[in-house]
C-alpha cells in the first residue's frame, strides 16, 4: 500500500485532539469514544454494504491515534497559509454549540 496523504493546516492532530480543540472552542471538555466494532458495523449497515464497512474499519484501526502525513498541498490549493485547527474551530464555535 502506497503512502495516505490528508489534506492538513499547519497542524497534523488525531481525532481526539480536534475534540479537544472544539471543546476549547465552546468552553467545555469533549472527548473521543471509540465505537466498538460490532456497534460500527450495527449503525453503518443502514448506510453501506457490508464490504464497505469491512474497508472501512480496517482502514480506521491503522490510524488509531496517529495523525495525517503533512504536506504544503492544501496552500497550494487554496493560495494563502492555512489556519490551525483550533483557529478554524474557533472561527465555527456557534455550530458546535
Do not use: C, N
Not at 55 to 68: C, F, K, N, W
Request: glycine fraction near 8%; aromatic fraction near 8%.
Amino acid at each position: 500500500a502506497g503512502a495516505r496523504y490528508m489534506l492538513t493546516g499547519p497542524e497534523s492532530l488525531t481525532q481526539a485532539g480536534q475534540a479537544r480543540a472544539i471543546g476549547a472552542a465552546i468552553g467545555r471538555p469533549l472527548r473521543v469514544e471509540e465505537l466498538p466494532p460490532a456497534a460500527f458495523r450495527q449503525a453503518a449497515a443502514a448506510h453501506l454494504p457490508a464490504a464497505a464497512v469491512d474497508d472501512l474499519l480496517r482502514y480506521l484501526a491503522e490510524y488509531v491515534g496517529r495523525t495525517a502525513e503533512m504536506s504544503a498541498d492544501l496552500e497550494k490549493l487554496i493560495g494563502r497559509p492555512p489556519v490551525t485547527f483550533a483557529a478554524w474551530a474557533a472561527g465555527r464555535a456557534a455550530s458546535f454549540r
